[in-house]
């Protein structure tokens, strides 16, 4: 019997971002030219340590297995084609000049000249690099970007991916699948900010490539923790204040609004250090920021922002390019920053 349904072309895939507080899914589904929503999720991390679901919590790979598939089960994926993104604590990007020199010793000059930027041992990790399209381009030296990523993590997740029965495993830095699901414009000098629970991860992005990267070892876990201390709240208590009312405060407790700020100036704070320095070094103006992650959920976030970084950023809508039901639109817009990760990652597999 003739069916259209024979005519279309599908592809699925799963994105999966693994953080210290939560593990993210997103499933995608390529049906002709478009991508769309099929289930998506999250699953806190804290109660399977015993602790409270918004706290960060180490698990080991057996109980990390345990976390992704009551994950999957709970949102209804079926499908095996996976991506993972490397935690951005476990790999290092940044750019370096090295001389010009042909492929076969560059392969052996690199990883030496790596030595001095990789806080690791070189044999640790994998290395990865390619050349930046430079204007000025001179005779003796080139721009590469330096990637590396921490074997060991490479080799726990292979594991986690294997017991879940995942095929064609893709493994990425996290910065890559913001590109992905972020990225509208792919000429320009961007920035985009994940906003974690205890670290936030600064991505430099130049046409459409990502240049460089830092972590700043400040979270949105902080006011939290310092609700909690300051106004003896429980963590539960606490952390839904703070989803409650965010940076805008509460009428009824003024000192809510003044505590979350005070908690975001030390992120803030260093964050408009980098920017600077980013300015300087890749003697460029930035052109946006775009915070994702949790933390980017905070009510009043932007405020804050601009109060202490003295420019403009927006909130990371990672959705924009995919299709889903019209009953979704509020509670995505809501949830969005999120899942910036988890769609660049499907998206890896769909584009
Ligand atoms: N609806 C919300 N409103 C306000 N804050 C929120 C909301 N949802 C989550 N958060 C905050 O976001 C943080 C978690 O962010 P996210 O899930 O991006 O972190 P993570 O992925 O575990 O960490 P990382 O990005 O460092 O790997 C927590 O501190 C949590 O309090
Ligand atoms: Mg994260």
Known sequence: MFSIFNKTNKKDAIGIDIGPSSVKVVQLRKEDERIVLVTYGEIE????????P?????????KMTEVIKDLLKETKVTCKEAVMAVDSSAAYVSTITVPKLPPNEEKFMIPIEARKYI???????KLDWWQIPSKEENDRTKEIVLVAVKNETLESYARIAKNLGFVNLEVEIEGFSLVRSLLNNNQGFFIF?????????????????????NIIN??????????????????ETAEETKRTF??????????VKEILKLSS????????RLLLMYERKYNQVIEGVVLSGGGAKVAGVLDVYKDTVHSDAVIATPFDKIVYPDFLKNIISKVGPTYSVAVGLALKKLL
Do not use: C, R, W
Request: overall charge negative; hydrophobic content about 40%.
């Open 45 to 52: 991390l804290g109660p399977y340590a015993g602790l409270a």
């Open 218 to 235: 400040h979270g949105s876990q902080e006011g939290t923790v310092q609700l909690s201390k300051s106004l003896s709240l429980t963590v």
């Open 54 to 62: 918004s706290q960060v919590a180490i698990l080991g790979e057996d």
């Open 246 to 255: 965010g940076y805008v405060g509460d009428s009824s407790n003024e000192y």
């Open 265 to 272: 100036y030390p992120l803030f704070g260093e964050l408009a």
């Open 193 to 213: 900010v994940d906003l974690g629970s205890i670290y936030t991860t600064v991505n430099v992005i130049k046409d459409g490539v990502v240049i460089d990267m």
């Open 119 to 125: 806080p690791i041992p070189i044999s640790d990790v």
